[in-house]
């Protein structure tokens, strides 16, 4: 099986572009580079992949949660990208640090250490952004208290 993704990206003006989705029901999106050459008046490319890997992990720990009946309050999600200069002297999306916050506390939930151990590979975009970024992820419950954390993937591994 395999899911085909189509959108369109259309200049509006200097670096700000709009970005339509094949899908009607997905409104379009204003994307703008940051200062000094865009006017930051949407999220940048950065901006879409930090939030598509944390998005992604979030739904896949809700579904990793939810095939042994666990049904948890509302997931939270914090993630921070950095870049840097490669060798060739190009910026480059070095690292994403991904952190889940679990509501409640382990006792909370079901069979909570095969949900952690098995979540990440159901992710579609951290496991393929891991070909190229490191991604750090870590779950923690609502105390705080670190349930899980994996480090992987970026041109080391």
Avoid at 23 to 34: F, G, H, N, Q, V
Wanted: aromatic share 6%; charged share 20%.
């Amino acid at each position: 099986m395999s899911d085909i993704v189509h959108i369109s990206v259309e200049q509006t003006a200097g670096y700000e572009f709009r970005v339509r989705f094949e899908e009607p029901a997905i409104a379009d999106l204003k994307t703008d580079l940051s200062a000094p050459l865009g006017q930051g008046a949407g999220p940048n490319p950065e901006h879409l992949l930090t939030a598509a890997v944390a998005n992604c992990l979030s739904a896949s720990l809700m579904f990793a949660l939810s095939k042994f009946r666990n049904l948890p309050g509302p997931l939270r999600a914090t993630a921070t990208s950095r870049t840097g200069r490669n060798a060739d002297k190009r910026v480059r999306v070095e690292d994403i640090d991904v952190r889940i916050e679990l509501p409640g506390q382990p006792d909370d939930y079901q069979s909570l250490d095969r949900v952690l151990a098995q979540f990440e590979a159901f992710c579609t975009v951290t496991e393929s952004v891991r070909q190229g970024v490191s991604v750090n992820i870590s779950v923690v419950d609502g105390q705080g208290t670190t349930l899980h954390h994996s480090r992987s993937g970026g041109p080391q591994d």
